[in-house]
T-cell receptor, first 109, second 114 residues
Framework: DAKTTQPPSMDCAEGRAANLPCNHSTISGNEYVYWYRQIHSQGPQYIIH???NNETNEMASLIITEDRKSSTLILPHATLRDTAVYYC??????????FGAGTRLTVKP | DVKVTQSSRYLVKRTGEKVFLECVQDMDHENMFWYRQDPGLGLRLIYFSYDVKMKEKGDIPEGYSVSREKKERFSLILESASTNQTSMYLCASSRIARSSYEQYFGPGTRLTVT
């Protein structure tokens, strides 16, 4: 079973920030939080990952709470092309990646 | 640019046929993975390999086998296809690195078994 929980769906207006929450209350100290997204009919795409500090790259920002029990993926200026299913995963080695159902984000014009 | 390719995007096979799904990566990654994706069930790990000729079972290996004769190629084999193996099959690869396990996925093969 996936060790994370996410809302099944969210909407966001184009140009606004999309904030996708993830709960990982049972995460252990050496597990990273990874985010992927899957656009329809394509394979999942890596977005970002972090351990305890907040992270930012060209695609998104990841905010991890101090107790590490939850995190938020932020797409600062969502576009229509960001419509996808977003997966939050806690992982500590290569063979422990468990994808749940994810959050279906719909960006609306 | 990172690239994982799969031999077919769509495949239709008959029950009982032997099916080969091929995956090739050009990133010199040590690890390779096969998943299947079904509506409502997310991605489930079938097998993975962390080196040539090495393989490990994932969560749902029954009915499948794999082969990794070369580092860049990882094959998934359905010895006798059944209708419950109709699914989207995704291949992925990753490198061995501390604190960095991101996987790179291929486009997927949608297999239909009739």
């Amino acid at each position: 079973d996936a060790k994370t929980t996410q809302p099944p769906s969210m909407d966001c207006a184009e140009g606004r920030a999309a904030n996708l929450p993830c709960n990982h209350s049972t995460i252990s100290g050496n597990e990273y939080v990874y985010w992927y997204r899957q656009i329809h009919s394509q394979g999942p795409q890596y977005i970002i990952h972090g351990l305890k500090n907040n992270e930012t790259n060209e695609m998104a920002s990841l905010i991890i709470t101090e107790d590490r029990k939850s995190s938020t993926l932020i797409l600062p200026h969502a576009t229509l092309r960001d419509t996808a299913v977003y997966y939050c995963i806690s992982q500590y080695n290569n063979n422990d990646m468990r994808f749940g159902a994810g959050t279906r984000l719909t960006v609306k014009p | 640019d990172v690239k994982v390719t799969q031999s077919s995007r769509y495949l239709v096979k008959r029950t009982g046929e032997k099916v080969f799904l091929e995956c090739v990566q050009d990133m010199d990654h040590e690890n390779m993975f096969w998943y299947r994706q079904d509506p409502g069930l997310g991605l489930r790990l079938i097998y993975f390999s962390y080196d040539v000729k090495m393989k490990e079972k994932g969560d749902i290996p029954e009915g499948y086998s794999v082969s990794r004769e070369k580092k860049e190629r990882f094959s998934l084999i359905l010895e006798s296809a059944s209708t419950n193996q109709t699914s989207m099959y995704l291949c992925a690869s990753s490198r061995i690195a501390r604190s960095s396990y991101e996987q790179y996925f291929g486009p997927g093969t949608r297999l239909t078994v009739t």
